[in-house]
T-cell receptor, first 117, second 109 residues
Framework: GAVVSQHPSWVICKSGTSVKIECRSL??????MFWYRQFPKQSLMLMAT?????????EQGVEKDKFLINHASLTLSTLTVTSAHPEDSSFYIC?????????????FGNGTRLTVT | AQRVTQPEKLLSVFKGAPVELKCNYS??????LFWYVQYSRQRLQLLLR??SRESIKGFTADLNKGETSFHLKKPFAQEEDSAMYYC???????????FGQGTTLQVKP
């Protein structure tokens, strides 16, 4: 079945540094990938929609300069948390859409636990 | 506006009891609705989708447009059903998949 690989699975960084999270679709091409953020015991909040070859579309309230998204190929999207602060500590999850809409289901990565000290 | 509501944060039942996880949606067009499940320490995975009208692991969900609901049901809960369940709605207009708040199902022995 379709697999989405997310790396790293966890990362600890110091305040002020930047962290890059990769999301790869391993056996399918994904023109669209989504980035979600999940706080403890809360739902997944959509941060942005990443489209291959074009700029990402950010949700209201998400700082595009802080959360840089690059979808350079049909199998890779990256999320870079720039100048990270402790409040950015969270669980980040990517998902990829194999087809034109989720009549083919969305596939999720395992998530990345980011801790900013 | 596209919105999904799961009113219960936690649902606790005994093994063998019926289960109903509630989901209501707000959307003016034709909805595309899904249930996702996240078992402990595992990734989110699709459980079922309304267009398939399928039963997965004994779970079913019927779209009720009149009540704008898509409740997830299972007649006899099993301990292995304990997990976090998310209702989600996809909008073809926006291309977004929006999740409800999630309901933790706890099946006690």
């Amino acid at each position: 079945g379709a697999v989405v690989s997310q790396h790293p699975s966890w990362v600890i960084c110091k305040s002020g540094t930047s962290v890059k999270i990769e999301c790869r679709s391993l056996d399918f091409q994904a023109t669209t990938m989504f980035w979600y953020r999940q706080f403890p015991k809360q739902s997944l909040m959509l941060m942005a929609t990443s489209n291959e070859g074009s700029k990402a579309t950010y949700e209201q309230g998400v700082e595009k300069d802080k959360f840089l998204i690059n979808h350079a190929s049909l199998t890779l999207s990256t999320l870079t948390v720039t100048s990270a602060h402790p409040e950015d500590s969270s669980f980040y999850i990517c998902s990829a859409l194999p087809g034109q809409g989720p009549s083919s289901p969305l596939h999720f990565g395992n998530g990345t636990r980011l801790t900013v000290t | 506006a596209q919105r999904v509501t799961q009113p219960e944060k936690l649902l606790s039942v005994f093994k063998g009891a019926p289960v109903e996880l509630k989901c209501n949606y707000s959307y003016s067009g034709s909805p595309e609705l899904f249930w996702y499940v996240q078992y402990s320490r595992q990734r989110l995975q699709l459980l079922l989708r309304h267009i398939s009208r399928e039963s997965i692991k004994g779970f079913t969900a019927d779209l009720n447009k009149g009540e704008t609901s898509f409740h997830l049901k299972k007649p006899f809960a099993q301990e292995e059903d304990s997990a976090m369940y998310y209702c989600a709605h996809f909008s073809s207009n926006t291309g977004k998949l929006i999740f409800g708040q999630g309901t933790t199902l706890q099946v006690k022995p």
